[in-house]
Nanobody, 116 residues
Framework: QVQLVESGGGLVQAGGSLRLSCVVSGTSFSIYNMGWYRQAPGKQRESVATITTGGRTNYADSVKGRFTISRDNAKNTVYLQMNSLKPEDTAVYYC??????????WGQGTQVIVSS
């Protein structure tokens, strides 16, 4: 059974930084494109960033230039470096594989709160 465990969230002031981590177990991590998603209160979950097996990245316009997604296949881990955080980045952040969202259960997520 695939498990996704996110960590690294917290409370930070606007302009600050956080680094999120997601450890994936129970599957061959390296063969999947991975992504970070977020869900703010009262809003639908949205894609934030994706990274292919080859390391190609893509970002939502709202985070482009501020967030960086990366992966370490040896550690079965995908990261999200978040800089220049804004209050509108406040959300619960999750990781998953874009092709497996319907099959892999979402983890508990990690809460990010950005104060103004």
């Amino acid at each position: 059974q695939v498990q996704l465990v996110e960590s690294g969230g917290g409370l930070v002031q606007a302009g600050g930084s956080l680094r999120l981590s997601c450890v994936v177990s129970g599957t061959s991590f390296s063969i999947y494109n991975m992504g970070w998603y977020r869900q703010a209160p009262g809003k639908q979950r949205e894609s934030v960033a994706t990274i292919t097996t080859g390391g190609r990245t893509n970002y939502a316009d709202s985070v482009k230039g501020r967030f960086t997604i990366s992966r370490d296949n040896a550690k079965n881990t995908v990261y999200l470096q978040m800089n220049s955080l804004k209050p509108e980045d406040t959300a619960v952040y999750y990781c998953n594989a874009p092709s497996n969202i319907l099959y892999w259960a979402w983890g508990q997520g990690t809460q990010v709160i950005v104060s103004s």
